[in-house]
Structures are given as C-alpha cells and as structure tokens.
C-alpha cells in the first residue's frame, strides 16, 4: 500500500533508521553543559548568572 494513501490518517513526515549509528536514529541528546570542564571560574560565573536571574526576576 502506498504511504501516501492511508485514509485518515496523517503522512510520516519522517522514516526514522532504527540503526544506532544512523544520523537519522533518535536518540537521548545530552546537555551541554556535560561537556564543560567545572573550574573555579566557571562555577562562579554560573553563581552570579543565577544570582543576575533571580534579581530580575
């Protein structure tokens, strides 16, 4: 049957690759920040990025 003409219901915008090495795989993506190095600089600068969001609301 073709893909296209299923009835009601809607077309697959996409086909997903089950394979794990597919571009194409979904998969859990992980934040950023994981990656980043904690050093005493950027633990402060976070400190004071809070700091600046919860004075302004």
């Given at each position: 049957m ?5 009835g ?6 996409f086909?997903?690759?089950q394979?794990d090495?597919s ?8 934040p950023?920040?994981d990656?980043?190095?904690?050093t005493?600089?950027?633990l ?8 600046f ?5």
């Amino acid at each position: 049957m073709n893909k296209r003409t299923r009835g009601n219901r809607p077309i697959e915008a996409f086909q997903f690759n089950q394979r794990d090495n597919s571009p194409l795989a979904p998969r859990a993506i992980k934040p950023i920040e994981d990656n980043i190095e904690r050093t005493p600089e950027y633990l402060s600068f976070m400190k004071s990025l809070e700091d600046f969001h919860k004075s302004h609301g």
